[in-house]
């Protein structure tokens, strides 16, 4: 008996015309997000800062790099703000930038800036995109330490050691 499986939709998510999603070598910036997050029908908009810190478990980090897929991140990236607007339907923006490169202590590394009429549906929504964008992005980062005796390594950064929030839209 022959049959024929279904045939997958493999075309690309829909981008609505307010959200932008962008990631680049550049440095990312707060101000150029939040204007494309801004609307007057906002009554708030939340923006997430992802920033390089100098630590991590006891080790001096130096700097992070970052790798990413960049074709299939930027189709998550669509795939989150469809799920947000699924569940936030006021949203009237979902703006999520991503570095790649080597970034140094301090330099910010994600922006994730959702604007609504409301506060508190933005938060949400913000959160849950940065949240799911850490599982399902293809992103990946390596740390590079410093040892006391000023001798350099570094490791990836799993994306299955980051903690599940638990907590649907």
Same mark, same amino acid.
């Given at each position: 008996?022959?049959?024929?499986?279904?045939e997958?939709?493999?075309?690309?998510?829909a981008?609505?015309?307010?959200?932008?999603f962008?990631?680049?070598?550049?440095p990312l !910036?707060?101000?150029?997000? #939040?204007?494309?997050?801004d609307?007057?029908a906002n009554?708030a908009i939340?923006?997430?800062?992802g920033?390089?810190?100098?630590n991590?478990?006891?080790k001096?980090?130096?700097?992070?790099? #970052?790798q990413? #897929?960049?074709p299939?991140?930027?189709?998550?990236?669509?795939?989150?703000?469809?799920?947000?607007?699924?569940?936030?339907? $006021?949203?009237?923006?979902?703006v999520?930038?991503?570095?790649?490169?080597?970034?140094a202590?301090? $330099?910010?590394s994600v922006?994730?800036?959702?604007?609504?009429p409301h506060?508190?549906?933005?938060f949400?929504a913000? /959160? #849950?995109a940065?949240?799911?964008?850490?599982? /399902?992005?293809?992103?990946?980062k390596? $740390?590079?330490? !410093?040892?006391?005796?000023g001798?350099?390594?570094?490791?990836?950064? !799993?994306?299955?050691?980051c903690? /599940?929030?638990? $907590?649907d839209?």
């Amino acid at each position: 008996m022959n049959s024929i499986a279904p045939e997958q939709d493999t075309s690309p998510i829909a981008c609505h015309p307010n959200d932008h999603f962008a990631i680049t070598f550049a440095p990312l !910036s707060i101000e150029q997000v #939040y204007q494309l997050a801004d609307d007057a029908a906002n009554g708030a908009i939340v923006l997430m800062s992802g920033m390089v810190r100098n630590n991590t478990d006891g080790k001096a980090v130096i700097a992070l790099e #970052y790798q990413a #897929y960049e074709p299939m991140a930027i189709q998550i990236f669509r795939q989150i703000a469809a799920e947000i607007r699924q569940c936030w339907r $006021e949203v009237t923006h979902v703006v999520i930038h991503h570095r790649t490169g080597k970034l140094a202590i301090g $330099e910010i590394s994600v922006l994730v800036a959702v604007g609504c009429p409301h506060r508190s549906e933005s938060f949400a929504a913000c /959160q #849950y995109a940065i949240d799911t964008l850490k599982h /399902q992005a293809p992103i990946w980062k390596k $740390e590079w330490y !410093s040892a006391q005796d000023g001798t350099l390594s570094s490791s990836w950064v !799993s994306i299955g050691a980051c903690e /599940q929030s638990g $907590e649907d839209c």
